[in-house]
């Protein structure tokens, strides 16, 4: 397909993944080419020596970003990637391993001084946690911070809230009451995508599903009851008289007020 | 701030006493909430751990929970000095997944509003920098231009800071006529005459050099090593930009220079930014020279939003409209990496998508992580003071580095 997004564009892809890859063959599970960007997945316990290749063997320089992602379906739920960056090749590589919340990824900072921050950042959000790594605290939460928000299981909404206690005197925390429910819309078109029946709409696949019709021996049994009383619709009084204005006032009404004025 | 005291004796029986200060977390040289545990041997800083994370608000989360389009506003907030430059990261990185072509037009207006949100950033930074080592005046003066950019963002948006007006596929407006004229002529007779005032008063003062000249001097194999990008690695004396070396929209059109420093200390990192505007400026010039007329978003109507006019005669217009402000674009499953020059540095967004209409992780990679954890071995060993003027150089934003 050809390329015609303007985003970033550094050098050809061309022939690094067979270079790369030549180098790293042994602890390499899988390595890809797609919109552009070359990843390569390496096995969790080799993640220092990769990298140290890549670094001093093909000239990739900098650590830009190491990246937690989570896919709470797999048996190693969590991704972790680093990007690297090469100044004097202009190009960018993506290296990755799996890992879950037991299996330990060995630290680069014994590589890049800078890894320190952003894998206590993949720590305090995901939970994956870095051996070697000497100072390996939250970094983005709060200090007490239980829990690692960014895990697919967490809720939106956190578990605690925290407010100036006027009692007290101080900041509390308290566990998270919603006034209203959190505001999640499904978007997913139902007629492509979305796999559940739309509350009302269990009627329009197909016949309802009943084993047999429902069906009555005789018409009086539909349940309607007895049928009106045809003789309640007649009028039998007499209609009101017509009153007609004669100009006079009618029998017992009060005076009309004087001009002077009453009481 | 709040002192301890730290005893303790030597082998020869000397006492030294360290004290252990905290700068912030409210502390107006912090540049916004930074708390930073310092240890010092008199005004010597030893060691000090930047506590980071008091304006985290969870963006990277509340991304996965929106569509493409609603997340656009939320870089806006992350760096709120240079709002044009995130949103313009992101709409990369949803248009190198989606292979989505932009027109010319709208690649030129995202260049020009890129390099003039540049500007202002760089006249907020340096502004601020300057009224950290004492200098009150260039200060305000530089916020009357700041001022200009701003009203200028507002006459292309409709808003002054929070724009919101790189899309997917181009921009959301096309801009009056008048407003590029009123930039043209803003360059020429007004902008230089004010900036240059303001910085007559500061490049060349001797306060001004003593407080920044050697100051945090770091080596060219540091700045690489601690991942430094944008003016700190060009102030060690990298050419390396990433508008020069990995062009995005028509960058590689534009004909400007790299100002790179000699001797990496706060003094270059602040030259480095000055230089920048002048650089920007010559951008500017040229996207308004060469702004070609047409659309201003990509013709895809899977992606870009009608025409009100069209809405009114179209049918298909308007169920387009309907859905994209309701379910949103769907974006092909795959993962990228898009980082821009943003005024700060290397501003990226590692974009995972499972071809939904939500990404599946926005992982935003803030400029200031970097900068600002070699912070410790920037200044060891200078004096208390020197720490708000290193501060100031590496030009942090909390709303990005805490995201």
């Known amino acids: 397909m050809a390329v015609v997004h303007s985003a970033p564009k550094f050098a050809s892809n061309e022939g690094v993944i067979d270079a790369v890859a030549e180098t790293i063959s042994v602890w390499l599970i899988e390595a890809t080419e797609a919109h552009g960007e070359v990843i390569f997945r390496v096995e969790r316990d080799a993640i220092p020596r990769v990298l140290a290749i890549l670094r001093d063997d093909h000239a990739y320089q900098q650590l830009m970003e190491i990246a937690g992602v989570d896919y709470p379906s797999r048996p190693e739920r969590f991704e972790v990637v680093y990007m690297l960056q090469s100044l004097t090749k202009n190009h960018r590589v993506m290296v990755k391993c799996s890992a879950s919340e037991d299996t330990p990824v060995p630290t680069v900072t014994t590589l890049w001084p800078n890894a320190g921050w952003l894998e206590r950042e993949v720590f305090d959000m995901f939970g994956v946690t870095f051996a070697g790594n000497p100072d390996l605290r939250r970094i983005l939460t709060d200090y007490g911070f239980e829990g690692h928000p960014f895990r697919k299981d967490f809720p939106m909404t956190g578990y605690t809230e925290l407010r100036y206690s006027e009692e007290e005197k101080r900041v509390v925390y308290e566990p998270v009451v919603l006034p209203q429910e959190m505001r999640t819309f499904d978007f997913l078109s139902p007629w492509e995508g979305a796999d559940y029946v739309l509350p009302g709409d269990e009627k329009s696949r197909g016949t309802p599903p009943v084993a047999e019709a429902k069906t009555t021996e005789n018409t009086g049994q539909t349940g309607a009851g007895k049928a009106a009383d045809k003789a309640a619709a007649k009028i039998v009084s007499p209609p009101p008289p017509i009153q007609k204005d004669t100009g006079k006032p009618a029998p017992g009404a009060p005076d009309p007020t004087s001009k002077e004025g009453g009481r | ?350 974009l995972v998508s499972d071809g939904t209409n939500k990404p599946y992780r926005c992982k935003i990679r803030p400029t200031a992580f970097s900068h600002l954890q070699a912070m410790d071995f920037m200044s060891k060993g200078h004096m208390l003071p020197d720490a708000t003027a290193i501060l100031g150089a590496i030009d942090v934003v909390f709303g990005e580095c805490d995201r």
């Open chain 2, 1 to 350: 701030m709040s002192m301890q005291r730290e005893e303790s004796l030597t082998t020869t029986g000397e006492v030294i006493t360290n004290y252990t200060i905290n700068f912030g977390p409210q502390h107006p040289a912090a540049h916004g909430v930074l708390r930073m545990v310092m240890e010092l041997d008199g005004e010597v800083i030893e060691r000090i751990d930047p506590h980071v994370g008091l304006l985290h608000r969870g963006t990277e989360k509340l991304i996965e929970q929106k569509t493409y389009l609603q997340a656009l506003p939320y870089f806006d907030r992350l760096d709120y000095c240079s709002p044009l430059a995130m949103e313009h990261t992101w709409v990369l990185a949803i248009e190198k997944l989606l292979n989505l072509e932009v027109p010319e037009r709208a690649q030129y207006l995202r260049v020009l509003f890129a390099e003039l949100t540049r500007i202002c950033n760089h006249l907020l930074n340096m502004g601020a920098h300057i009224l950290d080592v004492g200098a009150f005046t260039p200060n305000l003066w530089i916020m009357d231009l700041r001022e200009d950019c701003l009203n200028f963002f507002e006459r292309a948006s409709g808003a002054r800071m929070h724009s919101a007006w790189f899309r997917p596929g181009g921009v959301h407006q096309d801009v009056p006529e008048k407003l590029l004229v009123d930039i043209g002529d803003w360059l020429d007779n007004r902008f230089f005459q004010l900036f240059e005032d303001a910085m007559s008063l500061v490049l060349d003062n001797r306060i001004f050099k003593q407080r920044n000249v050697d100051i945090a001097v770091v080596s060219r194999e540091d700045a690489i090593a601690w991942g430094f990008s944008g003016p700190m690695i060009r102030a060690a004396g990298i050419p390396w930009d990433l508008r020069k070396s990995q062009p995005y929209d028509v960058y590689d059109r534009m004909e400007f220079d790299i100002p790179v420093g000699t001797n990496s200390d706060c003094y270059d990192r602040f030259m480095v930014r000055v230089k920048e505007v002048y650089e920007s400026a010559k951008i500017i010039r040229q996207c308004l020279r060469d702004m070609p007329q047409g659309p201003i978003a990509s013709s895809d109507s899977k992606v870009v939003p009608p025409k009100r006019g069209e809405m009114k005669q179209s049918m298909e217009a308007l169920i387009h409209h309907f859905k994209l402000y309701t379910e949103g674009f769907h974006v092909p499953a795959g993962e990228v990496y898009v980082a821009t020059e943003s005024p700060k540095g290397e501003f990226g967004v590692y």
